[in-house]
C-alpha cells in the first residue's frame, strides 16, 4: 500500500460520523464498522462486525501458529461530537490536508493512530505474506462513552481473544519527533448533581431572601471539595494514593512537560495542588473537575428568577491505588454532608474505570522503546498521562495481560476539540513503529 492508497482509505475512514454519544448517528457507527470490515478482510485478515449489546465491534485475525506469539491491536473508530460547528476551520467529516495537518474529526482519536497500525499490517502482508506474530485486531465503537459493552465481551470471548500482549496508539508524543511510552493512565469516575429548591423558577423579587436559590447552594457546595491551594477536601479521598517514586521525578524534571502545558493550553498561567510539579499532578495525582455547570435563565439580558434548580457536571480523574466506586462514596458522602438547608440533590453516577499503571523496564517494555527508538531515534521518554483508557485495566483483569500505550499523537492536535489534527508525518511513522514493533515482540 502506496502513501498516497493509505491516505486516501484513512480519508474514506474519516468521512464517517461515527459520534458514539449521538443516538442519530447510530446508523454512521454501523456504517463505519461495516466499512472497516471490508478493509480489514481487504488486506487479508479474517475479519467480521460483532454485535456487543451497544455499537459493534470488528475483530480480525491472521492465521495464527503456536510457535509464535500473540499480539492484541486495540483502538476505536467512535469519535467525540463536533461542537461548536462554528469553530471549525474546515468541515469535521471532510478530511483535509493543511500544513502537513489531516484536519478531521477522528484524525488523531483514534482513527488516524489506529489506521496507521492497519496500514503497517497491510504494508507487510502485500511484502511478505505473513506477519511474524500471531493478530488479533478488536476495534470498538464505544470508547468515547466509557466502553460499557466491552468488557462483557471480553468476558464472553477470552478464547478468540487470548494473547500475549496488548497495544495501543490512542496517546500522545510527548512533542514532535518525540520516541514516547506511556506506562501509566489516570483512571476516571463520574458524577452529576442537581439542586431543587422551589417547584417552580420565582420572581427573585418576591421571594428572595427567602426561599434557597439552588444555584447558590451548588456553588456554596462545589466550593468546598478543594482548598485555596488546590488541595482536595472530600475526606478520605486521597488517602490510597499511591506516592510518585523517585525515579519518576527524577525522569519527568528533565522532559520539559510544564512550558509544554502551558504553551499548549493558552492559560494565563499554571496552576493546581501545591507541593508537585504541574506534570506530577497531571500524571500522578488525582483530580475532580467541574465539567459543566447550568441553571437559571441563559438568554440575554435580565431576567429577574429564583430558579428551580441547578446542575453541575462532575468527573475525578483517579490514580493507583484508587477504586473508582470507593472515590465516588465518598465524593457523594461529602455533597450531601456540606448541602445546605432548603434544598434538596439526586447524584447520578455516570461511567468510571481504574487508573493503570505498569513497569515500563519488565515484559515487552523494553521491546517497545527498542521499536520507538528504531522508528524515531533519539532518546525514549518514559511517561504517564492524564487521560483515562479505561479498557486498558479490563485487558489485565479479563485477559491478564499488559498494555503497551505507544502515541503518535502530539500535544497539540486538538483531541476533542474543534480542528482535531494528526500530522501526515505521524501517520507514516505510525505504518513503520507497526512493522518494526511486532518483530521486536516476536523475538522478544
Known amino acids: ?42 488486506i487479508g485478515l479474517a475479519a467480521g462486525v460483532h454485535e456487543s449489546g451497544g455499537h459493534p465491534i470488528v475483530l480480525a485475525r491472521n492465521s495464527h ?192 512537560h510544564d512550558a509544554e502545558l502551558l504553551r499548549v493550553s493558552g492559560a494565563p498561567a499554571l496552576a493546581g495542588e501545591t507541593g508537585f510539579t504541574p506534570t506530577e499532578r497531571i500524571w500522578a495525582r488525582p483530580t475532580i473537575e467541574i465539567n459543566g455547570i447550568g441553571g437559571g435563565y441563559q438568554g440575554e439580558g435580565t431576567k429577574t428568577v429564583l430558579p428551580a434548580c441547578a446542575f453541575a457536571k462532575l468527573t475525578c480523574r483517579l490514580v493507583p491505588d484508587q477504586n473508582p466506586d470507593t472515590a465516588l462514596d465518598l465524593l457523594e458522602a461529602h455533597l450531601r454532608r456540606v448541602s445546605p438547608e432548603g434544598v434538596t440533590i439526586t447524584l447520578t453516577r455516570g461511567h468510571s474505570g481504574a487508573a493503570y499503571l505498569a513497569d515500563p523496564h519488565s515484559g515487552f517494555g523494553p521491546a517497545a522503546q527498542r521499536a520507538l527508538q528504531r522508528t524515531f531515534g533519539g532518546t525514549v521518554a518514559l511517561i504517564r498521562e492524564g487521560g483515562s483508557i479505561p479498557i486498558v485495566q479490563s485487558f489485565l483483569e479479563i485477559l491478564g495481560v499488559p498494555t503497551l500505550l505507544l502515541g503518535l499523537a502530539l500535544p497539540d492536535c486538538n483531541a476533542h476539540s474543534p480542528n482535531e489534527t494528526f500530522p501526515v508525518e505521524n501517520f507514516g511513522a505510525g505504518q513503520r513503529l507497526n512493522r518494526v514493533l511486532l518483530g521486536e515482540i516476536a523475538n522478544a
Open 1 to 42: 500500500m502506496t502513501s498516497r492508497e493509505s491516505l486516501d482509505r484513512l480519508f474514506e475512514y474519516l468521512r464517517f460520523p461515527s459520534i458514539s454519544t449521538q443516538p442519530e448517528h447510530s446508523a454512521d457507527v454501523r456504517a463505519c464498522a461495516a466499512w472497516l470490515s471490508d478493509f480489514l478482510n481487504g
Open 65 to 256: 501458529r503456536a510457535d509464535r506469539r500473540t499480539v492484541l491491536l486495540y483502538g476505536h473508530y467512535d469519535v467525540q461530537p463536533v461542537d461548536p460547528m462554528e469553530l471549525w476551520t474546515s468541515a469535521p467529516f471532510d478530511p483535509v490536508i493543511r500544513d502537513g495537518l489531516i484536519a478531521a474529526r477522528g484524525a488523531t482519536d483514534n482513527k488516524g493512530q489506529t489506521f496507521a497500525h492497519l496500514c503497517g499490517i497491510a504494508s507487510a502482508l502485500e511484502d511478505g505474506g505473513e506477519l511474524p506474530v500471531n493478530l488479533v485486531v478488536l476495534i470498538e465503537g464505544e470508547e468515547e462513552i466509557g466502553s460499557p459493552s466491552l468488557p462483557a465481551f471480553l468476558e464472553s470471548n477470552r478464547e478468540q481473544l487470548a494473547c500475549d500482549v496488548v497495544v495501543i496508539s490512542d496517546t500522545g508524543m510527548l512533542g514532535p519527533g518525540v520516541p514516547t511510552l506511556t506506562y501509566g493512565l489516570r483512571g476516571i469516575a463520574a458524577l452529576e448533581i442537581e439542586v431543587r429548591g422551589p417547584a417552580i423558577d420565582l420572581h427573585s423579587g418576591i421571594f428572595g431572601g427567602a426561599i434557597a436559590n439552588p444555584i447558590t447552594a451548588l456553588a456554596r457546595m462545589l466550593a468546598t471539595l478543594h482548598d485555596d491551594h488546590g488541595a482536595i477536601l472530600v475526606p478520605g479521598f486521597c488517602d490510597a494514593v499511591r506516592p510518585i517514586q523517585a525515579w519518576e521525578r527524577e525522569a519527568w524534571a528533565g522532559l520539559g
